[in-house]
């Protein structure tokens, strides 16, 4: 990186390169310009530019390497220096002397470094007789700006950034250095594009892989913010939902992001697009991908499987063509991600030259995407733990980078605390299931790439239709690898499809082997044999990969050593070996070669549907006290493990779910590891294992009715948004039930609210948890209990879709009470006591840390005037971070649609509030005026009287930076609201504002505004 600021790297160049460099500009910006040979002894002049043949203005350079103390006391002297040379030109008549040189000025007026050698080369012009000038850095980059391309190409190795990047492009003709750089990277985009053109799961009549052709964003939402930018107040960067991941992160807001998302899911399809959008922009293809984000310059992508990485650093070589033989394994290593990428550079390029250095040439220079693809696929928490340590300490040295780079992390739901990207810097956004939308436009374009059309395709979009109105199908088709599946059974099937997991994948396997089986008669032959050594080889990649850093791929000899081995073992006949080898092959039934000479399975969970068939049907087989009732425990206990457990678990009988529960009981109790081991329980009951028999059913559901279980259920559903949907018929229900009747036992109890929260999400889409709730709070209406069970509603959010009849009669004894109103979603009674008071409850500000439900006055008061909006009016932009954040005050995302609606209701609830919307609005004339605030908190005062929300909104616009910056706030018309609010403005600005500074120097104001609880009305 340059050690002084500016967009060239001037440095780079060295002195005599940058002598040719300023030659270069002046003979572009003066034709007639005469430049001398570098390096020769020149009298002083670097280039002169005659006129009427005379020696008119002298250009002498300048070069240094480092930043020094003091440019002026070194320009001055080295001018003093050229005195006699100086002297001699001007006696030959020149009249204009120029220094061009790399150091950079200072601007401060007087003080800066500019004007003081001004002052000092108006004296020498005075003593020499000509006039002399200075051409600093800044000056010289302002040429080469508005030089041309062919100049900067010249001088490649100063450019950084997207100059560099466009050089990359453009550039063919560049030398040297930057010309190897150039063909290093372009070849390794060439490699990579080539290797992530197709998605990585193939069926075998599908006749386009194209993952352009295949691609549809799957939706995320932020899971966390990184922890750097909490106190930074941007919608931008707190909104839950993302939209489209891939969308999001060509758009890249943020430069570090871990992506979660379940076995299947698109994370590693994600990174394949979001690289081969940007390789487009430098290999100059489109093939159907969508171009990048306008204004968003391309980045260059490399993709890293993070099991190669932890397969290298255990001194494995797993880039190679042909993977070394076991005794040739050096030792393990322990380097940083730099050296990796500079090896994986060295063979995507084909093995031209590429180490450290090149390395940080690249990410210092120019703008990279970097995606770590399936961190959780590094089993071994060692390892894992290794590999973000050195994740982390190479996002701390691109800190420095001229172009922050992006780094995008992908990895599965972690409920084993294992190590991941530090939280500080990196967000977490979660992959969503699919929407039904999206399922549609993938179904058509599997179609497509099917060359399935006409009636065909709507017969299939019609079944797919009708399946998917099973809840079952549904949760199936909630995911693009799942869907894939579905789809091909049901274009091959017809409607008869499971509604269970491992069942789904049997039926493609099935279907798959079948038709492998119709062309080659050694399939057909074998196919017992073959399934079970594909079983067997399922197990032994997965558990060498928990075992060494393995990388889930295996060598060609030593995989046909592996299944003579096995079928010698197990006393079986290995003819079949032979045959399945008779010619090279790229694939060996399930197992495909991507890397050449190694074979692996096309995705991970297919490798874990045979692990975990291998360890159902065959392990232990030939062991007389193999204990089977061991394998789920040890299953659930391994994260590595989770998604074989969900398989393992789905393949066993009736008979033996009983066992199951029993184990899982088991390995509870153990408490060795609680969050794992309860995730992984709740998975196999979403997955509906123990579905056919309602009694284990229900005593699987209630391993999560302690109070451990109920918190850690409760934290993962309402932070967390990988947790499977429990359906009301795979246990649901039974839990649901046996926790609220927990909560009926002892409604104050402190597990009540996590208890109501997870009942009420089990119960979502039903109307039980209403009426059970309703019943509750009917009985203690207008009674002491009326508040607990407000409170509770206030958790579960339960009044939202109850129509105002339904509501009973409510004291709402207390603000607390009439906030938990509001926050449930109540409507009470139109004109009715209780409505008064949630409107005074909000009017108050206890609800501003609520989200608006409901259509009730109070509810759309929030919406419209709740403090979080006028703090975001106060920002200048968007992207600007105006407040600190202080208080948990919602940040609401309500429409303009929604507001319109909510202000319609207002006012014809009451028809005085129709001047406080048009002070909301504020108008013309009123930019950078505190007016819209002042204005909007006077009419709220005069329809409700002084209040704790129009004081808010006032100070919020008095506090804002730019108010009191520019004189135009003062144009603020009117007595402003202070007149209403006189106390709120004097404690205001004596003590509850401190002046801080936000990131980037400009000064802010926080808002440490404390409520008053307890005192009804709506002022505090
Ligand atoms: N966004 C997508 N558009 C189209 N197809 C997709 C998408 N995401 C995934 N798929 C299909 O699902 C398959 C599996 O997806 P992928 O390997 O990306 O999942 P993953 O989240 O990385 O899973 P794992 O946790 O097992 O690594 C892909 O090969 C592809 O066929
Ligand atoms: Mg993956």
């Known amino acids: 990186m340059s050690e002084q600021a500016g967009r060239y790297n001037y440095e780079r160049l060295g002195e005599k390169p940058f002598q040719q460099l300023c030659n270069a500009l002046l003979a572009h910006c003066f034709p ?16 002169v530019l005659p006129r009427d043949g005379k020696p008119a203005t002298i250009f002498q350079v300048k070069w240094t390497s480092k930043p020094l103390k003091d440019p002026v006391a070194w320009l001055t002297r080295t001018i003093k220096e050229e005195r006699a040379s100086i002297e001699r030109l001007v006696s030959g008549g020149a009249r204009q002397y120029y220094v061009l040189t790399s150091l950079e000025g200072t601007a401060v007026p007087r003080r800066g470094t500019m004007d003081r050698l001004d002052e000092q080369l108006s004296a020498y012009s005075q003593e020499f007789g000509v006039e002399m000038k200075v051409w600093w850095r800044a000056d010289i980059d302002a040429r080469v700006d508005s030089a041309p391309d062919a100049l900067k190409w010249a001088f490649s190795e100063m450019l950084a950034g997207h100059d560099l990047v466009r050089y990359l492009i453009e550039g063919a003709q560049a030398a040297s250095y930057d010309h190897r750089l150039r063909t290093l990277v372009m070849k390794v985009l060439a490699t990579q594009w080539e290797e992530d053109a197709k998605v990585k799961f193939k069926q075998a009549e599908l006749t386009s892989h194209d993952l352009a052709a295949l691609f549809v964003d799957v939706e995320a939402v932020r899971a966390a913010q990184a922890l750097s930018t909490r106190a930074l107040r941007s919608p931008d960067l707190q909104a839950k939902s993302v939209g489209g991941a891939a969308r999001y992160l060509l758009a890249a807001r943020q430069p570090f992001t871990l992506v979660r998302g379940e076995p299947g899911q698109g994370k590693s399809t994600l990174g394949q697009y979001l690289c081969q959008v940007h390789r487009a922009a430098f290999l100059k293809k489109q093939a159907g991908l969508e171009g990048l984000p306008v204004g968003t310059a391309p980045r260059v992508p490399l993709r890293v499987d993070l099991k190669d990485y932890a ?57 990279l995407l970097v995606v770590l693809d399936g961190l959780d696929e590094v089993a071994h928490a060692g390892t894992r733990a290794l590999v973000v340590k050195h994740i982390d300490d190479f996002t701390a040295r691109l800190q420095h980078s001229v172009v922050v780079p992006q780094i995008v992390v992908t990895t599965r739901p972690n409920a084993a605390a294992l190590a991941e990207p530090s939280p500080e810097k990196y967000e977490t956004i979660a992959l969503s299931h699919l929407k039904p939308d999206l399922r549609i436009a993938y179904l058509r374009k599997w179609a497509a790439a099917r060359s399935v059309a006409g009636r065909d395709r709507r017969e299939l979009e019609r079944t797919f239709h009708q399946r998917s109105a099973e809840p079952h199908i549904d949760q199936l088709a909630d995911n693009p690898l799942q869907l894939t599946i579905l789809l091909y059974l049901l274009h091959k099937r017809g409607n008869s499809v499971p509604a269970n997991r ?16 119709e062309k080659s008669p050694q399939v057909e032959e074998h196919r017992k044999d073959l399934e079970e050594v594909t079983a067997f080889l399922g197990w ?115 008979n033996e779910l009983a066992g199951l529960v029993e184990a899982l009981e088991d ?354």
């Open 311 to 367: 397969a290298w650093l255990d001194g494995g070589d797993p880039l190679e063509e042909s993977l070394p033989s076991a005794g040739r394994r050096t030792p393990r290593r322990k380097a940083s991600l730099e050296e990796f990428l500079a090896y994986l550079l060295r063979a995507r390029s084909g093995g031209l030259e590429a180490d450290v250095t090149t390395v940080n040439d690249i990410t210092q220079r120019l703008p």
């Open 502 to 517: 491992t069942e789904l994948y049997s039926s493609y396997m099935e279907t798959f082997l079948d038709r492998e089986a």
């Open 540 to 654: 032994l990649l997965q558990a060498e990969a928990e075992k060494s850093s393995g990388n889930g791929r295996i060598g060609f000899r030593e995989l046909k050593r592996s299944i003579l081995t096995y079928l010698f073992d197990a006393r079986k006949n290995t003819d079949l070996v032979p045959s399945l080898f008779t010619a090279v092959t790229d694939r060996v039934w399930a197992l495909t070669s991507k890397i050449q000479g190694t074979f692996e399975f096309d995705v991970q969970p297919l490798r874990e549907y045979f692990a975990a068939r291998y360890l159902y049907e065959y392990a232990g087989a030939d062991q007389r006290r193999f204990d089977t009732s061991q394998v789920l425990r040890h299953l659930v206990r391994r994260p590595y493990w989770t998604n074989a457990a969900r398989f393992y678990a789905g393949f066993a009988r009736a």
């Open 667 to 1020: 390995e509870k109790d153990s408490r060795l590891q609680p969050l794992q081991v309860l995730t992984a329980t709740w998975a196999l009951l979403a997955d509906g294992v123990f579905s056919s028999r309602p009694r284990s059913q229900q005593r699987a559901a209630e391993l999560f009715l302690d109070d451990l279980s109920v918190v850690l259920l409760s934290i993962q559903m309402r932070d967390h948004h990988n947790l499977p949907t429990l359906a009301p018929d795979r246990g649901g229900r039974e839990l649901a039930a046996a926790l609220l009747s927990a909560v009926d036992e002892d409604p104050e109890s402190v597990m009540a609210h996590d208890r109501v929260r997870v009942a009420s999400r089990l119960l979502k889409d039903s109307p039980e948890f209403t009426a059970w709730w309703l019943t509750r709070l009917r009985a203690a209406a207008d009674r002491p209990g009326e508040a607990v069970w407000l409170a509770l509603a206030a958790t579960a959010q339960a009044g939202n879709h109850l129509t105002p009849g339904a509501v009973p009669s409510l004291a709402l004894e207390g603000i607390s009470c009439a906030a938990d109103a509001v926050t449930a979603g109540l409507a009470p009674a139109q004109g009715s006591a209780a409505e008064q008071r949630m409107v005074a409850a909000v009017l108050a500000g206890h609800c501003s840390d609520s989200s608006p439900l409901g259509t009730s006055p109070a509810a759309d008061l929030l919406r419209v005037l709740a403090p979080q909006h006028f703090l975001h009016k106060a920002a200048p932009s968007d992207k600007s971070y105006l407040f600190h954040r202080a208080g948990t005050h919602q940040d609401l995302t309500v429409s303009a649609t929604q507001r319109r609606a909510a202000w319609q209701r207002l006012v014809r609830w009451d028809s005085r509030l129709g001047s406080v919307r048009e002070a909301a609005k504020g108008g013309l004339g009123q930019r950078r005026t505190t007016a819209l605030w002042g204005n909007t908190a006077q009419a709220v005062g005069a329809v409700f009287g002084p209040c704790w929300l129009a004081a808010e909104a006032a100070v919020i616009g008095a506090a804002a930076p730019w108010t009191s910056s520019s004189p135009a706030a003062t144009r603020s018309r009117g007595p402003g609201p202070w007149v209403r609010t006189p106390t709120t403005v004097c404690s205001f600005r004596r003590s509850d504002v401190t002046a801080s500074t936000a990131p980037g120097g400009s000064s802010s104001t926080r808002t440490t505004l404390t409520r008053c609880h307890g005192r009804p009305g709506y002022w505090p």
């Open 32 to 47: 007639d310009m005469r430049c001398y040979p570098v390096g020769h002894s020149d009298g002083g002049r670097d280039g």
